[in-house]
């Protein structure tokens, strides 16, 4: 397991050994402060830890002071090509900036945002992507490969480290899952810095659901990443739910019950997804569910694997002709009409989760 040094942005440690915070970034205009903060609200219900902000000009960067007062969740201002822009975010007051290093212009432009950094005692994310490799590494590598990436990334850490400044965050983020892997397992042994992970443009919908978790899920299972975002074309709330599964399935993260259920086939004797929905409606907007221990619910279909399936279980269902059998912890609760199975399900839930309260209290 890497460990890697903490850094604070704003409530949020990121590294450290602290719990991998999710991120995401609005699409709204920043200069329509209305639509921004709606959006960073509706992230913030579904999730969202850190979120960050486009400011591609200055009237974005006279938005952030008023956006900063107006929410509860630290804010990242995301620069490019003006490093004056980065100036104005951190006199802000953000918690966080992230700039490209190869198009903020150069090294002398670059320290001063580092020396106004460290007066501000912000942190600052070195955002390594395709843009940002020089010439001659594109060149020496043969174009973006996982090399080049890495010395870029070297290369930029070796000058803030010049000018004494070690509140990073490093990204080195590639379109490519392969490249994006090997570039993280690269920089992860030779650097302790907090690295936010990410597949970049990954795409809409499924396609890129399926590469952020791949690259993502890969890397966490090794150990590496302190901070994700799902890069999902669309709304951006949509990213936090990937996200979530991504770190609860890696075991990283508890966002409330696991469901699992058999792909159903010609032995599978009810209504399955009908019977996952029961379970689903049982959970969703349940809080006292929802923050109970980590719990495990089985639905399961059929004689074959059912049984034992749901007896694996915290609570578990197996199917039947015109009924079901609810396990609770291993053991039968009740066999029950399926009409039934809503009430008894509900009720076998919730004993227990208050019991595991119970139990830690």
Same mark, same amino acid.
Request: with cysteine.
């Given at each position: 397991?890497?460990?890697?040094?903490?850094?604070?942005? @704003?409530?949020?440690?990121?590294?450290? #050994?602290? !719990?991998?915070? &999710?991120?995401?970034?609005?699409?709204?205009?920043?200069?329509?402060?209305?639509?921004?903060?709606?959006?960073?609200?509706?992230?913030?219900?579904?999730?969202?830890?850190?979120?960050?902000?486009?400011?591609?000009?200055e009237k974005a960067a006279k938005s952030l002071a008023m956006i900063k007062n107006s929410i509860n969740i630290p804010l990242?201002?995301?620069?490019?090509?003006?490093?004056?822009?980065?100036?104005?975010?951190?006199?802000?007051?953000?918690?966080?900036?992230?700039?490209?290093?190869?198009?903020?212009?150069?090294?002398?432009?670059?320290?001063?945002?580092?020396? =106004?950094?460290?007066?501000?005692?912000?942190? &600052?994310?070195?955002?390594?992507?395709?843009?940002?490799?020089? @010439?001659?590494? =594109?060149? =020496?590598?043969?174009?973006?490969?996982?090399?080049?990436?890495?010395?870029?990334?070297?290369?930029?850490?070796?000058? /803030? +480290?010049?000018?004494? /400044?070690?509140?990073?965050?490093?990204?080195?983020?590639?379109?490519?899952?392969?490249?994006?892997?090997?570039?993280?397992?690269?920089?992860?042994? =030779?650097?302790?810095?907090?690295?936010?992970?990410?597949?970049?443009?990954?795409?809409?919908?499924?396609?890129?659901?399926?590469?952020?978790?791949?690259?993502?899920?890969?890397?966490?299972?090794?150990?590496?990443?302190?901070?994700?975002?799902?890069?999902?074309? @669309?709304?951006?709330?949509? +990213?936090? !739910?990937?996200?979530?599964?991504?770190?609860?399935?890696? #075991?990283?993260?508890?966002?409330?019950?696991?469901?699992?259920?058999?792909?159903?086939?010609?032995?599978?004797?009810?209504?399955?997804?009908?019977?996952?929905?029961?379970?689903?409606? &049982?959970?969703?907007?349940?809080?006292?569910?929802?923050?109970?221990?980590?719990?495990? &619910?089985?639905?399961?279909?059929?004689?074959?694997?059912? !049984?034992?399936?749901?007896? +694996?279980?915290?609570?578990?269902?197996?199917? @039947?002709?015109? /009924?079901?059998?609810?396990?609770?912890?291993?053991?039968v609760i009740k066999k029950v009409p399926f009409s039934e199975l809503a009430g008894t399900l509900q009720e076998t839930i919730m004993h227990l989760c208050m019991r595991k309260r119970n139990d830690t209290?």
């Amino acid at each position: 397991m890497r460990h890697s040094m903490a850094v604070q942005v @704003g409530t949020v440690t990121v590294g450290g #050994g602290a !719990p991998v915070s &999710i991120q995401s970034m609005t699409n709204t205009a920043t200069t329509d402060i209305k639509s921004t903060l709606q959006q960073i609200g509706r992230l913030v219900e579904a999730g969202c830890e850190i979120v960050r902000l486009a400011v591609p000009d200055e009237k974005a960067a006279k938005s952030l002071a008023m956006i900063k007062n107006s929410i509860n969740i630290p804010l990242v201002a995301d620069i490019h090509f003006d490093y004056r822009l980065a100036i104005m975010a951190l006199d802000a007051g953000v918690d966080k900036i992230r700039i490209n290093p190869g198009n903020i212009g150069g090294e002398e432009k670059l320290k001063q945002i580092i020396v =106004r950094a460290r007066e501000k005692n912000i942190p &600052i994310r070195i955002g390594v992507n395709a843009g940002s490799i020089p @010439g001659e590494l =594109r060149k =020496r590598y043969g174009g973006v490969t996982a090399d080049a990436l890495v010395e870029t990334a070297m290369r930029t850490l070796d000058y /803030f +480290e010049q000018h004494k /400044f070690d509140k990073i965050i490093l990204s080195l983020k590639a379109a490519d899952v392969l490249t994006t892997i090997q570039v993280y397992q690269n920089v992860a042994s =030779r650097v302790s810095y907090p690295l936010h992970l990410g597949i970049t443009e990954a795409g809409r919908g499924l396609k890129g659901i399926v590469k952020s978790t791949l690259g993502i899920g890969s890397l966490l299972l090794q150990g590496i990443g302190d901070t994700l975002r799902v890069s999902l074309t @669309g709304d951006p709330v949509e +990213e936090i !739910p990937v996200a979530r599964e991504i770190l609860q399935a890696a #075991g990283l993260r508890y966002f409330g019950p696991e469901i699992i259920s058999c792909p159903t086939c010609a032995r599978c004797e009810i209504d399955l997804p009908a019977t996952v929905d029961i379970v689903e409606e &049982i959970i969703r907007g349940n809080k006292e569910i929802m923050s109970a221990l980590p719990l495990k &619910i089985a639905v399961m279909g059929c004689p074959v694997n059912g !049984p034992g399936e749901a007896r +694996e279980a915290d609570v578990g269902v197996s199917g @039947g002709k015109g /009924f079901a059998i609810v396990f609770r912890e291993g053991k039968v609760i009740k066999k029950v009409p399926f009409s039934e199975l809503a009430g008894t399900l509900q009720e076998t839930i919730m004993h227990l989760c208050m019991r595991k309260r119970n139990d830690t209290t």
